[in-house]
T-cell receptor, first 115, second 112 residues
Framework: GEDVEQSLFLSVREGDSSVINCTYTDSSSTYLYWYKQEPGAGLQLLTYIFSNMDMKQDQRLTVLLNKKDKHLSLRIADTQTGDSAIYFCAESFDHGSSNTGKLIFGQGTTLQVKP | SAVISQKPSRDICQRGTSLTIQCQVDSQVTMMFWYRQQPGQSLTLIATANQGSEATYESGFVIDKFPISRPNLTFSTLTVSNMSPEDSSIYLC?????????FGSGTRLTVV
């Protein structure tokens, strides 16, 4: 079965880097995603990585994927107070999987950025 | 990505009543899904809304409690039936096309 796990809370100082970690169990995932949810708001897609890649950089965001260890991380450089939110990792699956099209989410990591 | 209009955005309902949530997508999508996000929790998939046939429910969710319709490739509804306070959650629809996923803004439901 599929299972996605994250640490629940991370606190950093403004200007520092934040690293949010995620582990998953199902190696048949196709894409891995990072979503941001601000209080009272919907889900915002931040970035995603194809499962055969090991790194993707997008401005302040760096995603690292270790397929062997089934470990995904999101690094936010120069973290700002506006980055305070809940961050969810999620995995999706290819055609032929019983989970085709579904997104399986982790529990979410609350990022607190202190001024 | 597709754009989803979800409504209502929030509602306060009496226990024992039902609420129907609608999602309209601005273009045809391959798949649509319904998720529940209980307070302080992650998103849990309720079901996959299949066009022209019965929805496919995940373990722990049943059609009598969460009937779903998907009459065409751009529209779906989720009904939360015979509500109890335990149904108080955010309900989100999602659409999938080859260019990725889109989420509705969510329906914040409070059952009193």
């Amino acid at each position: 079965g599929e299972d996605v796990e994250q640490s629940l809370f991370l606190s950093v100082r403004e200007g520092d880097s934040s690293v949010i970690n995620c582990t998953y169990t199902d190696s048949s995932s196709t894409y891995l995603y990072w979503y941001k949810q601000e209080p009272g708001a919907g889900l915002q897609l931040l970035t995603y990585i194809f499962s055969n890649m090991d790194m993707k950089q997008d401005q302040r965001l760096t995603v690292l994927l270790n397929k062997k260890d089934k470990h995904l991380s999101l690094r936010i450089a120069d973290t700002q107070t506006g980055d305070s939110a809940i961050y969810f990792c999620a995995e999706s699956f290819d055609h032929g999987s019983s989970n085709t099209g579904k997104l399986i989410f982790g529990q979410g990591t609350t990022l607190q950025v202190k001024p | 990505s597709a754009v989803i209009s979800q409504k209502p955005s929030r509602d306060i309902c009496q226990r024992g009543t039902s609420l129907t949530i609608q999602c309209q997508v601005d273009s045809q999508v391959t798949m649509m899904f319904w998720y529940r996000q209980q307070p302080g929790q992650s998103l849990t998939l309720i079901a996959t809304a299949n066009q022209g046939s019965e929805a496919t429910y995940e373990s722990g969710f049943v059609i009598d409690k969460f009937p779903i319709s998907r009459p065409n490739l751009t529209f779906s509804t989720l009904t939360v039936s015979n509500m109890s306070p335990e149904d108080s959650s955010i309900y989100l629809c999602s659409a999938w096309r080859r260019d990725g996923y889109t989420f509705g803004s969510g329906t914040r439901l409070t059952v009193v």
